[in-house]
């Protein structure tokens, strides 16, 4: 994401106009004046908190916790930590389908992903992943979800890249 995106969250059809009269469409103007298109995506705010906590999640909880935790000595990437997580805090479910070449009813276990939560599964697994790596692998976070939401951060990786915003 470049210095050229612009976020808006909007609550009724009167502010919306409003801010898309002022806000969005000099934004629009300033990136075409690079030669760039515009793309824009209407959705619901819950699905941009998640995609917050997401990278939340995968820059600071999980990367912290690859690099800070040493269980028995031994340090583990990222990845490794984030199988772990979702397996013991997600774990399976169980998928019923046909198969097309018999007829017959088949079951097989998939994993649950983090992408089926919502913003209070999110929110859930990242307070017990928190809480497990400072208590069990003494990991220290630099800052709590809530805190971290009102610092300067990478866009794609959600890693904090300064202080708390003015």
């Known amino acids: 994401m470049s210095d050229l995106s612009l976020t808006i969250i909007l609550h009724n059809a009167e502010q919306a106009a409003h801010v898309i009269r002022h806000a969005a469409a000099p934004k629009c103007r300033e990136i075409w004046a690079t030669g760039q298109v515009v793309e824009a995506t209407f959705r619901t705010h819950e699905d941009a908190k998640t995609d917050r906590q997401r990278a939340y999640y ?3 909880v999980l990367k912290i916790i690859a690099a800070q935790a040493r269980p028995n000595g031994q340090q583990y990437p990222l990845a ?11 774990g399976h479910k169980t998928v019923t389908s046909k198969n097309p070449l018999t007829g ?12 089926d939560l919502g913003v209070k599964g999110y929110s859930q697994l990242i307070d017990r992943v ?9 990991v220290t ?7 971290w939401e009102g610092m300067q951060v990478d866009p794609d990786t959600g890693e904090i890249i300064g202080g708390v915003q003015p």
């Open 58 to 60: 995968h820059g600071v």
């Open 80 to 90: 490794v930590w984030k199988e772990h997580f979702r397996a013991e805090y997600l």
């Open 104 to 115: 017959k009813k088949v079951r097989r276990r998939v994993r649950v992903s983090t992408e």
């Open 130 to 138: 928190s809480a497990f790596a400072a208590t069990e692998l003494g």
């Open 141 to 147: 976070f630099p800052a709590t979800y809530q805190q």
